[in-house]
């Protein structure tokens, strides 16, 4: 099977801009989760979806945001970006039968906010 | 709300010493904890998990002990091998939301 992929890999915004992440998870798994990976914060989660509903959420502002599709894709979305929003973008998907599964990664999207 | 401490944040080894990361957990409703192996510029790869009901896994050179009383984790990684370098993350999960370490970054000296 195909892993999960991420699109773009590289991302170059200016501060005040928005921006759209995509992630295509394994075939088959319908939990979505992203997490931001800095260098002083490490890895934290921003939120998960199943089923195109929102299941988790972690402790970002509102201008991050995310949705999933019928074909359990998922994008996240970040508005009015800061310099501070400059991070490595992970999700990763799990198969989700009823209990923590493991999560697999796909590469990131690296976003540097100018 | 919920944390995970890991430590220590950098480890360094020779090779064929065993190396032991350590990992506490606040949320008493945690039930998975899996660690990530992530090498220089390459996504989080999971080397072994653990669910609550156990209290110990091993894979080859790779274990994993639980203690739920003491919301205690840790990985123990044998014979270590110049390729085991990398940072490790644990992480402690209630469905859908891995809560990571800050990582650990082991460096194996030839």
């Known amino acids: 099977k195909a892993g999960v992929t991420q699109t773009p890999r590289y991302l170059i915004k200016t501060r005040g801009q928005q921006v759209t992440l995509s992630c295509s998870p394994i075939?088959?798994?319908?939990?979505v989760s992203w997490y931001q990976q800095t260098p002083g914060q490490g890895l934290q989660f921003l939120f998960e979806?199943?089923?195109?509903?929102?299941?988790n959420k972690g402790n970002f502002p509102g201008r991050f945001s995310g949705r999933q599709f019928s074909n359990s894709r998922s994008e996240m979305n970040v508005s009015t970006l800061e310099l501070g929003d400059s991070a490595l973008y992970l999700c990763?998907?799990?198969?989700?039968?009823?209990?923590?599964?493991?999560?697999?990664f796909g590469p990131g999207t690296r976003l540097l906010v100018l | 709300g919920e944390n995970v401490e890991q430590h220590p944040s950098t480890l360094s080894v020779q090779e064929g010493d065993s190396a032991v990361i350590k990992c506490t957990y606040s949320?008493?409703?945690?039930?998975?904890f899996p660690w990530y192996k992530q090498e220089l510029g390459k996504r989080p790869q999971l080397i072994i998990d653990?669910?609550?009901?156990?209290g110990e896994k091993k894979d080859q050179r790779i274990a994993v002990t639980l203690n739920k009383t003491a919301k205690h984790f840790s990985l123990h990684i044998t014979e270590t091998q110049p390729e085991d370098s990398a940072v490790y993350f644990c992480?402690?999960?209630?469905?859908?939301?891995?809560?990571f370490g800050q990582g650990t970054t082991l460096q194996v000296k030839p």
């Open positions: 992480a402690a999960s209630n469905v859908g939301k891995l809560i």
């Open positions: 653990i669910r609550s009901n156990v």
């Open positions: 979806y199943f089923s195109e509903t929102q299941r």
């Open positions: 990763a998907s799990s198969l989700d039968r009823g209990y923590q599964e493991t999560q697999y």
């Open positions: 075939s088959g798994h319908r939990s």
């Open positions: 949320d008493s409703a945690s039930n998975y």
